[in-house]
């Protein structure tokens, strides 16, 4: 019977490794789009959360807004907000930039994953 659940085991294995590569990966990828997209805005040093109804938040102050979701930020992303440019992201795009701001998150251990 243990001969049997080696394979399982071995292969479970391998799929959470492949499974932190992307999601590392999906991260790096968010990362280089929020430098080369956002960063004039969203990534100043010591930038907070947005000061009146003009102010522009940090991506680290968007991350650790209080009950921040992936689910949240993909769903802001995707609605393309009017006081924001349009950068015509696809939906990888739109994943990966959600990956690296949550990656922000003040004790964060784990990224999330694009949706198949």
């Not at 959470?16 to 590392?24: C, K, M, N, R, W």
Request: with cysteine; hydrophobic share 40%.
């Amino acid at each position: 019977m243990t001969a049997r659940l080696y394979p399982a085991l071995l292969g479970g294995i391998a799929v959470l490794l492949a499974t932190v590569g992307v999601s590392a990966q999906n991260e790096r990828n968010g990362r280089a789009l929020a430098e080369s997209l956002c960063a004039g805005c969203h990534m100043n040093e010591g930038q907070g959360e947005k000061q009146g109804p003009m102010g522009v938040p940090g991506f680290r102050a968007i991350a650790n807004r209080p009950n921040q979701s992936v689910e949240g930020i993909l769903a802001w992303l995707k609605s393309v907000p009017p006081m924001m440019p349009n950068h015509h992201l696809t939906q990888d795009e739109i994943h990966d930039l959600a990956n690296f701001i949550l990656s922000l998150r003040r004790g964060a251990e784990t990224s999330t994953q694009r949706r198949g």
